[in-house]
């Protein structure tokens, strides 16, 4: 075996030797210390199941539980919390009646699809909710675009229409398309109350 090769060989060895620790064995507990605990892993806009909640109470006359720690941005007409992609918004505007699948239809899904982003409603339906009867709009649109890419992503929606004593409010729910937050959108759906 010629010179070179042996040099090779044995730096080859010093290499694996210090790579692997000497071969030295950890104690198990050092080992089970190393490991993952196993997060939970979320997609884009994924409302974790740890997330906790707070109740935002506004000064226009309802209480709604939103995600700790998202943004808030107050108007004359509700209040919006977004973290990234998703979001929590709340308005309130006049009304004469409260709204019905039929007179959704014809006005608040019309005017989505029209002044919307690439608007697909999926279902309008009657729901029961704590804070009284509502009717839902579940719809697909686009995002407004990135300010740094200009690129827009897929939302999934959920609008709760609610009415009481001349008031409506709207509550939208919106999260990236795929995003399994059914769960967190339920409890907040749920959480509005009327003050």
Known sequence: MSKNRLILIGALIVFATALFGFGIALPPRALAQTQSEGTEQNPP?????????????????FTLKVPEGWARS???????FADKYGSVDVFL?????????????????????????????????????????????????????NVV??????LE???????????????????PAGADNFDQWKLMAESFRWK
């Open 45 to 61: 806009g994924d409302i974790p199941d740890s997330q906790v909640f707070v109740t935002y109470v506004s000064p226009l006359g």
């Open 74 to 80: 107050e108007r004359a007409d509700g209040a919006r």
């Open 93 to 145: 505007a006049d009304g004469p009646n409260a709204p019905t699948t039929k007179s959704v239809k014809a006005n608040e899904a019309a005017t989505l699809i029209k002044t919307g982003n690439a608007v697909k409603i999926s279902a309008i339906k009657p729901v029961k909710l704590p804070a009284g009867n509502a009717v839902l709009i579940v719809y697909a649109s686009d995002s407004a675009p």
């Open 149 to 154: 890419t200009n690129k827009r992503i897929r």
């Open 157 to 175: 929606n959920n609008r709760y229409l609610l009415f009481r004593a001349g008031r409506l409010a709207a509550l939208d729910l919106s999260a």
